[in-house]
Structures are given as C-alpha cells and as structure tokens.
C-alpha cells in the first residue's frame, strides 16, 4: 500500500477516471463524493451529493460522473471539469434505493440498480432522461458493463445471481447463478470475463462473457465485496471486508497470488490500469 487518502464518513464506492487520473468516492454516511488526484493522492474537491452516496460510474468520454445516492433514491450527476453537481435524476421514484450504477461511454448510457424495486433504470446521458425500467432478480446490487459487446451484468443481492442485459433490446437474456450475496461485479474487456465476489460464500465467481457461464470459483478472504480489474495486466482485486485486505487473482490462472494488507473494512475498489 503506498497511501492512505482520508475521505469522507463511511465511504461505500469506488469510480476511476483513467484518463483525467481522478478517483471518485460516495461517502455513505456525509452524503458527497471525494474527488481525489491520482499523481499526488490528495482529495482537490469534495462534492455535496445525495443522502447515502454510494456507487460511482465514469463516462470517460462526456467527463460526467454518476453516484447513486442510496437514501435519497436519486442518482446526481458531477461535472468533471468543475466538480459540480449538475443534474439529480429520480431513477424510479418512490423509495427505489438505489445501491449501483454502470456507464456505457460507446453508447451514453446509465444504469441504476434499485434494491427496492427489483429493476434497473436506464439513462440517456445525453437528456438525463429515463428511457425504461429492465426487471431482473431480487435486490439488484451492483453494475459491471462491457462496452464492447454493449452487455450489462447486475448482480443480484439476494438472489444469489446475475442478469445479463443486452444493451440493444433493453431485456434479460440470461440469469447467471453465483455464489452467496454477490456485491460488485468487475469487468475485464480484453478477456471478456465477469468477476463477482460472494460475499457469504467468500469466493469470486468468473463468468464467461461469450457463454454466460461460470467457468471458475476463486477462494479469497473472508466477506468479499469489492472487485476492480487491470486489463493491461489480466489481475483482478477483490476486497475482503472481515479481513481488511484485498485478493490480487492472476487471471490466466483463476488464483490468488497475493493478499495486500489494507485499511479497515475495505468494501469497494476502483484500478486504473
């Protein structure tokens, strides 16, 4: 570990800008977003959100930032130039809690799970306009999205499972079996795999893009959550909550190779690779 960065109250989601080096952090508990410089490791920017700040999605290429805020039931959007809150959109309306957030940057789209409702919201970037509600499993949690075939994979908190979105159709076309309370889901483009931690069964399912399949289980700590992916390197991060440290998997092998020591609690992770 090579820094510690000090945030805000309970910080619960991780968004990396790769090309602007920024990082992004919804800070449950005080209801903003951290923007912190990736060269010198120093929040510049602190930005008022939502209640319940929580999940974070980059459009890499509108520089807009995207944080569910899980209280408020609204989704605000950051400028990335000047860290301002310029919109907040009601995903479903109601209490939706909304708990994840995935962007598409080909196709300008967002995508918001909400816990409440079962359902994932789809977003013109463009509008800030809702375009549909996608039912999928019970308690939809996280967002990983792969541009390149334009698929959304969400997973499903207490449905033990994930949905695999086609981003043409707007509709499910498969629902993927995994471990025990899935949380985040990561992503690597060049190898077309889907990673997801389990949080009860302290594994890390690997879903095969091109078959929906899972085709490994990886042990790693005790209660992992967070996953983030290095495609330039094929590692793969997941953060183990009860342990306080992170599982790096070599991903030609599906092994872990190493176990980082960490801060407390470690929930969510963001790689720029």
């Known amino acids: 570990m090579t820094a510690a960065v000090p945030v805000g109250v309970n910080p619960a989601g991780v968004g990396v800008h790769p090309i602007t080096n920024r990082i992004y952090v919804g800070n449950l508990t005080s209801g903003d977003v951290s923007v912190i410089d990736g060269i010198t490791n120093t929040v510049i920017a602190t930005d008022p959100t939502g209640d319940g700040a929580s999940s974070i999605g980059v459009n890499t290429a509108t520089n807009a930032i995207y944080v569910a805020n899980f209280n408020d039931s609204t989704v605000s ?7 301002t809150v310029i919109a907040t959109i009601i995903p479903v309306g109601g ?11 080909i196709t300008n789209r967002i995508y918001v799970a909400n816990f409440n409702f079962d359902v994932v919201t789809v ?23 792969n541009p390149l075939t334009n698929q959304i994979y969400v997973s499903n908190f207490s449905g033990n499972s994930v949905s695999v979105i086609d981003g043409v ?5 498969a629902t993927v079996p995994v471990g025990t309370t899935p949380g985040e889901v990561g992503i690597n483009t060049s190898t077309n795999a889907i990673y997801v931690p389990n949080r009860d069964t302290d594994n890390v399912s ?12 990886i042990p790693v700590g005790n209660n992992p959550n967070g996953v983030g992916t290095n495609l330039l390197t094929n590692r793969i991060y997941a953060t183990n909550q009860d342990d306080n440290s992170v599982s790096v998997i070599n991903g030609v092998t599906n092994t872990v190779i190493a176990t980082i020591p960490v801060g407390a609690r470690p929930f969510s992770i963001g790689v720029n690779p």
Do not use: E, H, M
Not at 77 to 83: H, K, P, Q
Not at 206 to 217: D, F, K, P, R, S
């Open 77 to 83: 959007v950051i400028d990335g130039l000047t860290n």
């Open 95 to 105: 209490l939706s809690l909304p708990t994840g957030v995935g962007v598409n940057s």
């Open 206 to 217: 690997v879903i095969g893009g091109l078959t929906n399949v899972v085709i490994a289980t």
């Open 123 to 145: 977003i013109n970037g463009a509008t800030n306009a809702v375009i549909t509600q996608i039912p999928v499993g019970v308690n939809p949690f996280r967002i990983g999205i």
């Open 169 to 173: 159709t707007n509709t499910v076309i």
